[in-house]
């Protein structure tokens, strides 16, 4: 909710403004930071004061930002198959989120943590990002694209529509 609601308020500043984004979901430094670099806004940072987050971005300065959308997806009902053919799901999902519900043998890795795991992944193997609407899944998958995975497929709608079996860790 926190890029929704952050993408609204940016379309009313002016050219190099900040806006401040508070949050409480630990999520959210992952999702905006993301966000901001894949639309071109500078992101300042964050700062945590009794539980509740502060985010800063800067409005860039073209006239008209364009969020970039990574082109490779597939839909939620042929992930069971792709993945039997030897793909594997990558969960870039909070931990808290994966615990409550998940795609039996996904691999967890939230979103904030990939950069620093990339070694988890095998860039030979297909991988099938998803999240819980699509938005941090097509973020992770345009990160994994840049760093050389080019079996790189985001789910669409996500979890947040997924009917198949789930799994849970609590």
């Given at each position: ?14 050219d ?14 992952a ?31 073209d006239?008209?930002?364009t ?5 490779q ?82 789910v ?13 860790n609590?």
């Open positions: 909710m926190p890029i929704v609601k952050t993408k609204t308020a940016m379309n009313d500043l002016t190099g403004q900040i806006l401040e984004v508070q949050a409480t979901d630990k999520g959210s430094i999702d905006l930071k993301a966000w901001a670099e894949s639309v071109g806004h500078q992101y300042i940072g964050t700062i945590e004061d009794h539980g509740v987050l502060f985010h800063f971005i800067r409005k860039n300065g006239a008209e930002v969020e970039k959308k990574f082109e997806t597939i839909q939620n009902d042929e992930l069971l198959e792709r993945v039997s053919n030897g793909g594997i799901v990558l969960d870039v999902r909070e931990q808290a989120e994966y615990a409550f519900g998940h795609i039996e043998g996904a691999k967890s890795i939230p979103l904030g943590e990939l950069e620093e795991r990339l070694v988890e992944l095998t860039k030979d193997q297909e991988i099938y990002v998803i999240c819980r609407t699509g938005k941090r899944s097509d973020l992770a998958a345009q990160k994994l694209f840049e760093k050389g995975f080019t079996k790189v497929y985001n669409l709608p996500g979890m947040s529509s997924w009917n198949g079996p789930l799994e849970k609590i």
